[in-house]
């Protein structure tokens, strides 16, 4: 199998992460029911996804538990309500937890692995927090897990941030360092330049580059291929790209395009019709013209999901005029 | 100006073709009314859109006039009645219409250039009509239009068959030698392969290579920008990505991420809120799961949208056992 493999053949190493619940539940304050979350962890076993991320392992002293869902927490006893006794191995799929830097109790609030369903934490963190992560990271490494450097609003910080930054993860326990795009504003020539820039840093420490994209641009699916085609091999995804605003790179593009026969679209398209889509009666997401202008400005989606709440939700113009008055 | 220039400059001989009324049609018939098609012409105007693509030269034999709107067929008083004494030059905006091969009484239905409102015919066909397309193309350079040679359904055929019409197209008058991926299949790297495979056929021969781009994998835009890093000068895009199925490349993103001060969004964003969004109460398009699904397998999106006007139009799973059944 070459290096590169052309898109008629796949890349073993590859591995595709769904974040539906975890990224997909700033939606709803995580205010999943179990059914639902079930649902995905069973389509992602069977569709031959690599890792679920169940949520966020975020304090409930700043997040509380009478107005946000278990999903902000991922106690131990409500994962194992809703994924049992999850055998990594057997399935073929690891379960993951997001801890934010600041947001996170992680000095108490992560148990050694041996006593979790989770497989690996992932950290976020902005540029300024990157001293915190990288305590995050070895603490969680010592703990047992696989680790992933999530590097958030990277269209917002400049090269000598970002450069800062990778120096600060290369020689961590890390597995892989992740670009995320969180404002959705990346464009093909921006996705190069950080994926040169992240592979360089990393050249030697056996890390792997990772993509999380948005899509306010719906360029969401075409980052996450772009970033594959260029050697990637960490992607994330949501179920119909779930997710606040404009939403993710839908896990149907995803798997429709990639192929490595373990992959399986048929337990998705059911997942869709019988869970995903249904959602759309109490939420909104997706690439709104809104979210199209935030992207483009570089902007953070909150106004566009405000205005979207608001009475002249239609009124694009009037956003459009709000939004370009205020730069 | 570098050749290539980067996401933050600009060419200056990059050119976008608005096709709303044209390629949009295909969703109602082209039965558009009059003050519809001028918002379309108007916002062309005031957003410094170069060409506006107003519909179809198609025979009124084949679509009849009591079924199909009047931009099926282009007649000129039914332009002149929309766009009065149009002046291409003082509006910068040039007004196209596309003639298809065995779809078109081209030898009778298209007046002399100084005669019409129009300055482009665009010639459309599948690599079995070649030959009539290089009969229309010359015969509409004499009658002093600008051409282009769209050759339709580009992933349905094999590269033999692309580089027989290539060599055929090389020689004629023709400006442009668009590439156009009619059933939305196409993924990044395929793109390249084409884009280069047209500009060397058509090297030395001053043409420029054009993008129309459709939307059932989320990728119009994201192919579009592909093929303008790679050079491509002249890019179609519709309001909202008005058009049949899952539509085409959004003009609202184009004109975002575009850097010729020429270009103007404000007036595309009041379109949208007060004629195109409308539409959506009595017309569906969009990258919706059953077109993700044709457009993964490469099928014409015909049995998507029979599938949407069905009484099971969402019930996705059965779609996707219907058509990989098919197969």
């Known amino acids: 199998m070459p290096d590169k493999a052309p898109w008629i053949t796949y890349r073993p190493e590859l591995k595709v992460l769904d974040c539906t619940i975890r990224d997909g539940g700033l939606i709803n304050n995580h205010l999943f029911d179990d059914a639902l979350v079930r649902a995905v962890y069973e389509t992602c076993v069977a569709a031959g996804i690599d890792y679920m991320e169940i949520g966020y392992k975020n304090s409930p002293r700043l997040f509380a538990k009478d107005e946000y869902g278990p999903w902000r927490h991922c106690e131990e006893e409500d994962m194992q309500r809703v994924v049992g006794d999850h055998d990594a191995e057997a399935t073929g799929l690891k379960l993951s937890a997001m801890a934010d830097a600041e947001k996170s109790d992680w000095r108490h609030q992560i148990v050694p692995a041996e006593q979790s369903p989770l497989d690996m934490i992932r950290v976020a963190f902005y540029a300024h927090q990157v001293s915190e992560a990288v305590q995050m990271i070895e603490h969680c490494h010592e703990l047992g897990y696989e680790t992933m450097a999530n590097l958030m609003a990277v269209s917002n910080i400049t090269e000598r941030e970002i450069d800062t930054v990778l120096s600060a993860i290369a020689p961590t326990p890390a597995g892989t360092m992740v670009i995320v795009d969180s404002f959705g ?100 997401w997706g690439a709104l013209v809104p979210y199209n202008i935030t992207g483009a400005l570089n902007l953070h989606p909150r106004s566009a999901m405000q205005f979207r709440a608001g009475e002249d939700r239609d009124d694009y113009l009037k956003f459009y005029d709000q939004i370009t008055a205020d730069e």
Chains 1, 2 share one sequence.
């Open 185 to 284: 504003h990346l464009y093909r020539e921006q996705i190069d330049m950080l994926y040169r820039k992240y592979a360089a840093a990393m050249e030697g420490t056996g890390k792997e580059i990772g993509m999380h994209a948005h899509n306010n641009l719906q360029l969401a699916f075409a980052n996450t291929l772009e970033a594959i085609v260029l050697g990637a091999n960490r992607v994330d995804a949501t179920m119909m790209g779930l997710g606040r605003g404009a939403g993710n790179c839908p896990m149907e593009l995803l798997l429709g395009f990639l192929r490595n026969p373990k992959f399986s679209l048929r337990p998705v398209i059911q997942l869709l019709r019988d869970h995903i889509d249904p959602l759309r009666e109490t939420v909104e």
